[in-house]
């Protein structure tokens, strides 16, 4: 066993939410972080996001009397403001079904004018008004043009920007190292066991502070816009480490993925004039948000696409696709405002969106649950707000509940920044308010995860063991057949048994390769079991909830029930292993926006 790594803090991955801890924790003095990622950091998920950062900087309006999808002007100098922070609020509160905590949303809109200008004076590379201001479109959901957008790579850029930062502050990256482990010993965070991927060597990293930024959860569906690396890792290791998930039944399905592939074809498109038609040709969001057409939040499109699949208009020789025509938008403004998508769409669809329309269909895309937090990212253990002592996480793992039932496109890469960063000061206040390195007391911290990942290993070639593959392809259909845009108690329950038969299965299933070093089929193991360990979660939150709110669509409770639901699911592994579900308050201002039926 190899002597433990120490570091004050610990982040496990690498994304804005991750980097931009690090890069402030290092700026604040902390000099000993260390980074784990799964990944290169360069490739984590946030490098993904294409359409925009969500702030209020009031650069761009509609030109008057174009209507509400007109073309965009810059606005003068002492032209009359469009957009406020406040706006920015109650669509983000409407976007969320009325169960985002209205506190938290409301530091993240007030955060994010400044986080935008901290983004250019790091010399962040951003698309450019002709005057020289950060330029704005419009985005599904929001009352005003607030999508401060890179072309269609914000993400990429965001990311890049916060990495170099990193590197220049001195932060140490530990690149494809897997979190297995998180080590707490009397109610205090530790350390965590990690694998090195490359030389499959366990190690015990002992801090002060641990933060997890791990990202989300999407592949535990077939068809998804997430990165293979996005198996929930961090929310699994949290919840067998005593931590509660928060609000886990919410999983929303992004309207524009690639027909059968689920890459996303960003809701630029979109805010960018682009329509949706179904198999007939026909524009059918008029008969679903009349006002916002396809500029409407994320879940109501996609339950509108898949309606029209399901009445048999859908698009293609199997009638289960969509259209997405971008073809009246011109070839000039494609190739400067979506070259990324033009690209992705001749790639993976062989069609150049300048000349006819895309194939696309909903796919599993944005997890609104996670690790519950405070909103200097704090995690908390109970209904209470107790802290979990040296514990912290952000980004799309964390719930600090800003999105609610259903998050707005753009305020995902605004979350990761503005929360990322407020954990970054809060662990180097942690750290300097006299946090101690508490010991590991076990002997041994990686003897159980050596032993984990030895039980999967088929050292007797057992020619009748299982195999981890087909467990984890028939969770994920069984997650998009029984637990997708629209569920109902039928389907849940036959879910939830499914979940169970294929846990039992992974129990005796093995996989072949032996070696050490990269062991990929290792790792799918240890992957799939952390999907089927919150798909668990997901299906009995989603099980309990009897209502529709959201992202959260029951075909047999079609309403939401303000009366009984509104609040949020906190779900404790107990001792069989299997979900406790206990409820939390929303955080609502009763004066100023109460809850109402949600219109667009």
């Known amino acids: 066993m190899s002597d433990p790594i120490v570091h004050d803090i610990v982040i496990v991955g690498a994304g804005l939410a991750g980097s931009w801890a690090a890069m402030v924790a290092a700026r604040e003095g902390i000099t000993n972080i260390g980074v784990l990622s ?32 007109g073309p965009l002007e810059q606005i003068p100098a002492d032209g009359e403001p469009v957009d406020s922070p406040d706006l920015h609020m109650f669509d983000t509160i409407k976007g969320s079904d009325w169960l985002g905590d209205q506190d938290k949303i409301h530091v993240l809109v007030n955060d ?46 965001l990311l890049h920007t916060i990495h170099e930062q990193c590197l220049k502050h001195g932060v140490n ?106 198999g007939n040709g026909e524009r059918f969001m008029e008969n679903y948000a009349p006002d916002k057409m396809e500029l409407a939040p994320r879940d109501l499109v996609s339950r509108s696409e898949q309606t029209e699949i399901d009445q048999g208009r859908g698009a293609g020789d199997d009638k ?119 010991p590991i007391t076990n002997p041994d911290p990686t003897k159980k995860q050596r032993e984990r990942i030895e039980r999967v290993m088929d050292k007797h070639n057992d020619s009748q063991a299982g195999r981890i593959a087909p467990i984890a392809e028939a969770l994920k259909w069984n997650m998009t057949d029984n637990c997708g845009i629209f569920r109902n108690e039928e389907k849940l329950e036959k879910g939830l048994a499914r979940i169970h038969e294929l846990k039992g299965d992974f129990t005796k299933a093995r996989v072949m390769d032996q070696s050490r070093r990269f062991n990929t089929d290792v790792l799918m193991a240890l992957e799939t079991e952390n999907l089927l360990t919150f798909s668990e979660v997901v299906v009995a939150g989603a099980l309990a909830r009897t209502e529709s709110r959201g992202a959260h669509s029951r075909t047999d409770h079609q309403k939401r029930d303000d009366t009984d639901w509104l609040k949020h699911t ?24 109460p809850p109402q039926e949600r219109k667009y």
């Open 112 to 157: 994010a004018v400044d986080i935008l200008y901290e983004y250019e004076h790091m010399g962040c590379v951003f698309s450019r008004t002709a005057d020289g201001r950060i330029n704005q479109r419009r985005f599904g959901g929001h009352s005003a043009p607030r999508a401060n957008f890179a072309a269609d790579w914000t993400g990429h850029v």
């Open 173 to 278: 990256f530990y690149s494809e190292w897997y979190v297995l482990e998180l080590i707490v010993e009397d109610g205090i965070t530790r350390g965590v066991v990690a694998m090195d991927i490359l030389t499959g060597e366990l190690h015990t990293i002992n801090a002060k502070a641990v933060m997890f930024a791990t990202g989300g959860y999407g592949r535990a569906w077939k068809i998804t816009s997430n990165a293979t690396a996005n198996t929930g890792d961090g929310v699994a290791v949290a919840y067998n480490a005593g931590v509660p998930l928060m609000d886990m039944e919410f999983v929303q399905f992004h309207p524009t993925g690639i027909y059968k592939h689920g890459i996303l074809m960003s809701e630029a498109c979109r805010g960018e004039g682009g329509y949706l038609r179904n």
């Open 320 to 438: 289960q696709g969509i259209y997405l025509d971008l073809t009246h938008l011109g070839r000039e403004k494609i190739l400067q405002r979506l070259p990324q998508v033009r690209e992705i769409a001749m790639n993976f669809l062989g069609v150049d969106i300048i000349d006819e329309p895309a194939k696309i269909q909903p796919t599993a895309h944005y997890s609104m649950g996670g690790i519950p937090t405070d909103v200097n990212g704090q995690v908390i253990r109970n209904a209470e707000g107790e802290p979990f002592t040296g514990f912290f996480a952000a980004g799309e793992c964390a719930c600090v509940s800003v999105h609610g039932a259903n998050r707005l496109g753009t305020n995902s890469l605004l979350e990761a920044s503005v929360f990322g960063r407020r954990t970054g000061y809060e662990m180097a206040r942690f750290i300097e308010g006299g946090a101690k390195l508490h």
């Open 38 to 69: 799964k990944v290169h950091p360069l490739r984590s998920h946030s490098g993904a996001a294409q359409g925009g950062i969500a702030a209020a900087l009031n650069n761009v309006r509609p030109v008057e009397g174009t209507g509400p999808r």
């Open 570 to 593: 906190l779900a404790h592994k107990s001792e069989n292993g299997e979900p406790v579900l206990s409820y939390k308050d929303v955080c609502i201002d009763w004066e100023k926006y």
